[in-house]
């Protein structure tokens, strides 16, 4: 079992910045691969950024350029760095991650862990 706790979320006006953590345990977090997903009222979730065990990076069109994931495999710990926010990025953020395999799917049915949200809300 992986246990994912996000934190970092919060209001922030148009153009500002956040950075989301998300703490595991459980597994070795260096075999894990893992990412970010969102789910915006009445939307279905989907993948923000993903990154595997040696951090390669993989992330959705309408952020790139925008946000960041990294990992820290010393601290067990997962960041997505959200730059110039934009009303439409609002949405619960969620970690994800999958014990093995190359990469996270970008796909919510083939998630094994979820972390349980953390509200990121961009005022325009």
């Known amino acids: 079992q992986v246990l994912l706790v996000e934190s970092g979320g919060g209001l922030v006006q148009a153009g500002g910045s956040l950075r989301l953590s998300c703490a595991a345990s459980?597994?070795?977090?260096?075999?894990?691969?893992m990412g970010w997903f969102r789910q915006a009222p009445g939307r279905e979730r989907e993948v923000v950024a993903r990154?595997?065990?040696?951090?390669?990076?993989y992330y959705a069109d309408s952020v790139l350029g925008r946000f960041t994931i990294s990992r820290d495999n010393a601290e067990n710990t997962l960041y997505l760095q959200m730059n110039s926010l934009k009303p439409e990025d609002t949405a619960v953020y969620y970690c994800a991650a999958n014990d093995g395999g190359a990469v996270l799917p970008n796909s919510a049915a083939g998630i094994d862990y979820w972390g349980k949200g953390t509200l990121v809300t961009v005022s325009s």
């Open positions: 990154i595997n065990w040696i951090s390669r990076t």
């Open positions: 459980g597994r070795p977090f260096s075999r894990l691969v």
